[in-house]
């Protein structure tokens, strides 16, 4: 059975950082698509970053400050989040999506399996 938690959200300072992780289980990192979304309130869930085979996107409004990796020994996927914003917070989750993959950024509605979240606030 395929199974996400995210962990390591909080409040932080703004340009304070925070690293999420995502502990997958059930499946191997090898072989899927790992992704972050968040949904802030208010908002529709929007793309933070996306890291397949090695391919990683970042969205627009994050590039430069966040960074997507996996560790595949420990089987989680972590977003290091730097120089945070007010306008980061927003309740964060990690998805993923299996074979067959495509190096191409994938919409939310492609991804299979997502964890609960976990809450970011960026406040001073």
């Known amino acids: 059975q395929v199974q996400l938690v995210e962990s390591g959200g909080g409040l932080v300072q703004p340009g304070g950082s925070l690293r999420l992780s995502c502990a997958a289980s059930?499946?191997?990192?090898?072989?899927?698509?790992m992704g972050w979304f968040r949904e802030a309130p208010g908002k529709e869930r929007e793309f933070v970053a996306q890291?397949?085979?090695?391919?990683?996107y970042y969205a627009d409004s994050v590039k430069g400050r966040f960074t997507i990796s996996r560790d595949k020994d420990k089987s989680s996927q972590y977003l290091q989040m730097n120089s945070l914003k007010p306008e980061d917070t927003a309740v964060y989750y990690c998805?993923?999506?299996?074979?067959?993959?495509?190096?191409?950024?994938?919409?939310?509605?492609?991804?299979?399996?997502w964890g609960q979240g976990t809450q970011v606030t960026v406040s001073s």
């Open positions: 998805a993923t999506k299996g074979p067959p993959l495509r190096l191409a950024k994938l919409t939310q509605w492609e991804y299979t399996y």
């Open positions: 059930g499946f191997s990192l090898d072989y899927f698509a």
């Open positions: 890291d397949t085979l090695g391919t990683t």
